[in-house]
């Protein structure tokens, strides 16, 4: 009788669930590109368990998810169906977690808004079948934030933790939860969150000491590459409002968020958990140079959460007139209708239907082969289609110190180079556009290969090229 009486007050919610979960079912099995930051999380999960045989290993990336999937791998299962089906389940875990806080912190009418605007949002519908780290690392934020309210504070420390094992930023959310009870005046509760995030934190810093002879240096490392990777503060630089452009985009109905916070504004004391839930990780972006929409994620589903707070309060006022029993099915009828549409429209205007030939032929030239020697690669995703270790010539950041080095070591071991996979369309080997010196570094090392390798791999699409020297 219990479960029954549960499953008719929230039916809503497993009916939205059941939604979500048949749309994504129809696009889960299209093709779908394996992005740049994928095949780097998929080569250091081969690293990672294969003792350094296999795969490639990037010192400024969280650690956790890279464990995760290597966990597939190990078990000879497909990483990247492994991924895609672990973030379409972390989709609808995500949903759920939305509409519970929802009930926590506002009421049930609020959580039916937040949870569907969230489970249609244009930007996780999207990120959820690329195998990125942002579902795992807001799912366990949203986690974290559940413990918090429910006081379990060291959980809640703990599951931080994890979450900036995941994606780095997403530490700041213990500043938050830091914050509120400096505000609320909570000393034991601060100290055990403390506790919680510091114990993955400390194995996080153990492994760097042992593994670079240093405790903070991927940390600081990750700070200088994202201050100069030239794709998101050059090619792509979009300036700090950005971000309140995208929160629009990604479902119209997040401008409510404006009427939430203008409510909550008076009793800004009680609800400062989920104002200080955006309000500091908007400005730790805001203020970074490099921004993308996809960072979004870590506090998107706070603002759903004001969004569905400023539909329910329209839901009042509209319901003062004789039409009051209509209000909230035509409202729930209409955020859902817009919320599915717009978020299908954005994948289909983003996500190619057909994959580019050219380019899957040259990340899988390996696919099957075994060759004795050095494998070095401008793309991480070269290392997704085979088990053999890869080598970057393009990390951390592709410039002129990074040409001559890898300029110095191909002339003077070429002799240890079984193969050299270069493309231009990656981002790999594009310089700088004030680096002078870099173009000809890169000019010089294309000419070296010309004279003492072999070309066995062209392939042209558009403006893209792919080569692959040999021996």
């Given at each position: 009788?219990?479960?029954?009486?549960?499953?008719?007050?929230?039916?809503?919610?497993?009916?939205?669930?059941?939604?979500?979960?048949?749309?994504?079912?129809?696009?889960?099995?299209?093709p779908h590109e394996v992005w740049w930051d994928s095949g780097v999380y998929l080569g250091m999960a081969k690293y990672f368990w294969s003792g350094g045989t296999a795969g490639l290993w990037e010192h400024i990336r969280p650690v956790l998810?890279?464990?995760?999937?290597?966990?597939?791998?190990?078990?000879?299962?497909?990483?990247?169906?492994?991924?895609?089906?672990?973030?379409?389940?972390?989709?609808?875990?995500?949903?759920?977690?939305?509409?519970?806080?929802?009930?926590?912190?506002?009421?049930?009418?609020?959580?039916?808004?937040?949870?569907?605007?969230?489970?249609?949002?244009?930007?996780?519908?999207?990120?959820?079948?690329?195998?990125?780290?942002?579902?795992?690392?807001?799912?366990?934020?949203?986690?974290?934030?559940?413990?918090?309210?429910?006081?379990?504070?060291?959980?809640?420390?703990?599951?931080?933790?994890?979450?900036?094992?995941?994606?780095?930023?997403?530490?700041?959310?213990?500043?938050?939860?830091?914050?509120?009870?400096?505000?609320?005046?909570?000393?034991?509760?601060?100290?055990?969150?403390?506790?919680?995030?510091?114990?993955?934190?400390?194995?996080?810093?153990?492994?760097?000491?042992?593994?670079?002879?240093?405790?903070?240096?991927?940390?600081?490392?990750?700070?200088?590459?994202?201050?100069?990777?030239?794709?998101?503060?050059?090619?792509?630089?979009?300036?700090?409002?950005?971000?309140?452009?995208?929160?629009?985009?990604?479902?119209?109905?997040?401008?409510?968020?404006?009427?939430?916070?203008?409510?909550?504004?008076?009793?800004?004391?009680?609800?400062?958990?989920?104002?200080?839930?955006?309000?500091?990780?908007?400005?730790?972006?805001?203020?970074?140079?490099?921004?993308?929409?996809?960072?979004?994620?870590?506090?998107?589903?706070?603002?759903?959460?004001?969004?569905?707070?400023?539909?329910?309060?329209?839901?009042?006022?509209?319901?003062?007139?004789?039409?009051?029993?209509?209000?909230?099915?035509?409202?729930?009828?209409?955020?859902?209708?817009?919320?599915?549409?717009?978020?299908?429209?954005?994948?289909?205007?983003?996500?190619?239907?057909?994959?580019?030939?050219?380019?899957?032929?040259?990340?899988?030239?390996?696919?099957?082969?075994?060759?004795?020697?050095?494998?070095?690669?401008?793309?991480?995703?070269?290392?997704?289609?085979?088990?053999?270790?890869?080598?970057?010539?393009?990390?951390?950041?592709?410039?002129?110190?990074?040409?001559?080095?890898?300029?110095?070591?191909?002339?003077?071991?070429?002799?240890?180079?079984?193969?050299?996979?270069?493309?231009?369309?990656?981002?790999?080997?594009?310089?700088?556009?004030?680096?002078?010196?870099?173009?000809?570094?890169l000019q010089t090392m294309r000419s070296f290969l010309n004279e003492r390798f072999r070309q066995v791999f062209f392939a042209q699409s558009g403006t893209c090229w792919y080569v692959i020297y040999t021996h």
């Open positions: 009788m219990k479960l029954l009486a549960h499953l008719k007050r929230h039916a809503l919610l497993y009916t939205l669930i059941g939604i979500a979960a048949l749309v994504r079912l129809l696009f889960l099995f299209d998810w890279p464990v995760v999937l290597g966990a597939a791998w190990w078990a000879k299962l497909n990483m990247i169906w492994f991924a895609r089906i672990l973030e379409f389940l972390l989709t609808l875990v995500s949903i759920g977690l939305v509409y519970v806080l929802g009930l926590r912190l506002f009421s049930q009418r609020t959580a039916i808004f937040a949870s569907i605007i969230w489970a249609f949002s244009s930007i996780m519908f999207y990120l959820g079948f690329h195998e990125y780290t942002e579902l795992p690392a807001v799912t366990l934020i949203l986690v974290a934030l559940l413990a918090f309210v429910h006081e379990r504070w060291f959980f809640a420390g703990l599951l931080t933790s994890l979450a900036f094992l995941t994606k780095f930023p997403a530490g700041i959310f213990v500043v938050v939860l830091g914050l509120v009870l400096l505000i609320w005046r909570r000393w034991k509760a601060l100290s055990l969150l403390t506790i919680g995030f510091g114990l993955p934190a400390a194995a996080f810093l153990v492994f760097n000491q042992v593994m670079y002879d240093t405790m903070l240096g991927p940390l600081i490392a990750a700070r200088e590459s994202i201050l100069s990777v030239l794709g998101c503060n050059v090619l792509r630089f979009n300036p700090w409002y950005q971000y309140l452009g995208w929160i629009v985009f990604d479902n119209v109905f997040n401008v409510f968020a404006v009427v939430g916070i203008a409510f909550l504004a008076r009793q800004w004391k009680k609800h400062v958990l989920i104002l200080l839930a955006v309000l500091v990780p908007a400005l730790y972006f805001m203020q970074l140079h490099c921004r993308e929409y996809r960072y979004l994620a870590l506090f998107l589903p706070f603002i759903v959460l004001l969004a569905g707070h400023g539909l329910e309060r329209l839901a009042r006022v509209l319901e003062r007139g004789a039409w009051r029993p209509w209000v909230m099915p035509a409202l729930v009828l209409m955020v859902m209708a817009v919320s599915v549409t717009h978020g299908i429209l954005f994948y289909h205007n983003n996500e190619p239907r057909v994959l580019d030939a050219a380019a899957e032929r040259y990340y899988r030239w390996l696919e099957g082969k075994r060759l004795e020697g050095e494998i070095w690669s401008s793309n991480p995703l070269v290392s997704v289609y085979t088990d053999m270790p890869v080598q970057k010539m393009y990390y951390p950041i592709y410039k002129e110190e990074t040409a001559i080095d890898f300029n110095a070591y191909l002339q003077k071991h070429a002799d240890r180079i079984a193969a050299v996979f270069l493309d231009n369309c990656g981002g790999g080997i594009v310089c700088p556009p004030d680096d002078a010196e870099c173009e000809r570094q």
